[in-house]
């Protein structure tokens, strides 16, 4: 089996959908944010704080680099993974690409204030949430396969990803 790949803006369900789908399909999970981590020895949040954004970015190609060497995994990305063209053509040629959305309100009751996300560190997190994913838009439009999240239970989800995986002849 290829790598499954499950991108997308935060809080659209990357992680929990990634590692239910992994269950289901009997294979290794792998959340790059988590990689970047361990790389780190510390938490994204403080290695934001740390080192910025730019030196956040280039760990995360690193681990892209790292997890894409095996095969067969489903794989979650950070929720700004594919701002790097580096990072979208790694993972396009890598397995299938599926990004998974919702809207900013639902984003927004998902996230909450914004705790621990550096990106929404601060006052009025819904309207910076409309405002990153309005940058990232063209972006996420890219990712061949697209799944909206608002009002689906993870378990709903991984249904659809499996019946796309099944018509695209991947399991």
């Known amino acids: 089996m290829e790598n499954i790949i499950i991108t997308g803006f935060m809080g659209t369900g990357k992680t929990e959908t990634g590692f239910k789908l992994s269950q289901k399909l009997n294979c290794h999970f792998v959340d790059i944010d ?11 949040v403080d290695i934001f704080l740390e080192k910025g954004e730019d ?18 995994q489903v794989i979650s990305t950070g929720g700004g993974a594919l701002l790097k063209e580096e ?10 690409l599926i990004c998974l959305s919702a809207s900013p309100e639902e984003i ?8 621990g996300r550096p990106l929404l560190e601060g006052d009025d997190s819904l309207d910076k949430i ?3 994913l309005a940058e990232r838009r063209e972006i996420y439009n ?30």
């Open 34 to 44: 988590l990689v970047v981590e361990e790389m780190e020895n510390r938490k994204i």
């Open 55 to 72: 030196y956040f970015r280039k760990l995360e190609t690193s681990a892209i680099k790292k997890v894409l060497q095996k095969e067969g």
């Open 87 to 96: 990072n979208r053509t790694l993972l396009k040629e890598a397995g299938v």
């Open 108 to 115: 927004f009751r998902r996230v909450g204030s914004g705790e």
């Open 130 to 132: 409309r405002r990153i």
């Open 142 to 171: 890219q990712v061949p396969y697209n799944i909206l999240t608002d009002g689906k239970s993870s378990e709903e989800v991984v249904e659809e990803i499996v019946i796309l995986l099944k018509k695209l002849r991947v399991i």
